[in-house]
């Protein structure tokens, strides 16, 4: 029978210590193993990435096609709008116009006969100083006044008077000048009313005359003369 010797225990470890299994990890994998998983997760990731970054293009993409028709709606109905207003205005514009000419129209209608009675003093003054100028005679002082209501009612052709004064070379002058104004159609009745020598060299004189209606015309009326004669 053969004798085993046996180690002495080191009296520094404990059994426990003695009986535990030693932990040992090795990689034992082959490297194309590890590069082919490698590139296998970033081809994973990539693709990830792709498809994330085409589903966010196509998200924008398809808001901003509902934004463009949105867009669309709002211009189509503002046009639509705009073309409204725009044919009111111009509905608006004519009516107002139609309303301007016809209301002018109707204006000077009521001008017309309103200003009927009317007297162009400028044209009858100027009559009555061509007659003069026609006659050699110097006019001084022209005056007058249309007569009242209750004066014209009784006789409708005398529309008022008027009052002349100047002075003449002679008293055949006076005489050829009050011929000259009975011929208007203005004025009617020429009375002189004194005739006086002022100088060796000529007469002071002065006349009345009646106003016929046919002086009276307005600024509205068409058939206001201009002539006297």
């Known amino acids: 029978m053969s004798t085993t010797a ?12 003695a009986a535990r299994v030693l932990s040992i990890r090795a990689d034992l994998l082959p490297q194309e193993i590890r590069d082919g998983r490698r590139s296998r997760r970033v081809r ?10 085409v589903a966010a293009l196509g998200a924008w993409y398809w808001q901003a096609g509902q934004d463009k028709v949105a867009a669309d709606e709002e211009y189509e109905q503002m046009f639509q709008t705009l073309t409204t207003t ?8 004519l009516k107002a116009l139609v309303e301007y000419q016809d209301g002018g129209e109707s ?5 017309s006969a309103l200003q009927a009675k009317d007297l162009s003093w400028t044209n009858l003054v100027n ?19 249309l007569a009242t209501e209750d004066a014209t009612a009784t006789d409708t052709s005398e529309a008022g008077t008027l009052a002349v004064s100047g002075w003449a070379e002679n008293k055949k002058v006076v005489a050829d ?6 011929t208007l159609q203005h004025v009617t009745n020429p009375f002189v009313t004194n005739v006086t020598r002022d100088d060796p060299a000529g007469y002071t004189f002065s006349l009345t005359l009646t106003i016929t209606d046919k002086a009276l015309c ?5 058939d206001c003369p201009s002539g006297g004669k």
């Not at 000048?177 to 009975?182: A, D, I, P, T």
């Not at 307005?218 to 068409?222: A, E, L």
């Open 6 to 17: 046996l180690m002495p225990v080191d009296p520094s470890v404990s059994p426990q210590q």
């Open 44 to 53: 994973t990731l990539i693709v990830i990435l792709v498809l994330l970054v």
């Open 86 to 93: 725009k044919a009111a205005q111009r509905t608006d514009e």
């Open 107 to 111: 204006l000077t209608k009521e001008l």
């Open 127 to 145: 009559l009555i100083r061509d007659e003069a100028v026609d006659e050699k005679v110097i006019l001084t002082e022209i005056s007058g006044g």
């Open 177 to 182: 000048y009050v011929n000259e104004l009975g």
């Open 218 to 222: 307005g600024r509205f009326t068409s």
